[in-house]
């Protein structure tokens, strides 16, 4: 399965984006998809993830009550909804599919181009 994250964008700090994930390909029931970012001159971080297969989620502390990852089977495409977004939050955003539930970047693959967000104070 192919992944390309869009919808980024600049936003005001308190402002709400949603980002999405597309999928070219099939998306197996047994697959985690996740939401990593990288802020400038930081290394990769885990934001979120979710089973395609039922509702289980995980966050990252720093974005848990601020985000939600969801996802629409139709559209084969998961979705990050961003809200209350602060400027800590400027990274690019990548998805990535794993099989297994973990927030460690070097189990997942198939990583798409990222998008932007960057946050404005």
């Known amino acids: 399965v192919q992944l390309q994250a869009f919808g980024g964008g600049v936003v005001q700090a308190g402002d709400s984006l949603r980002l999405s994930c597309a999928a070219s390909g099939r998306i197996y029931s047994s697959y985690i998809m996740g939401w990593f970012r990288r802020a400038p001159g930081k290394d990769r971080e885990f934001v979120a993830a979710m089973r395609w297969s039922n509702p289980r989620t995980m966050y990252a502390d720093s974005v848990r009550g601020r985000f939600t990852v969801s996802k629409d089977s139709a559209k084969n495409t998961v979705y990050l909804q961003m809200n209350s977004v602060k400027p800590e939050d400027t990274a690019v955003y990548y998805c990535?599919?794993?099989?297994?539930?973990?927030?460690?970047?070097?189990?997942?693959?198939?990583w798409g181009q990222g998008t932007l967000v960057t946050v404005s104070s």
């Open positions: 990535a599919a794993s099989i297994q539930f973990t927030m460690q970047a070097r189990e997942y693959f198939n």
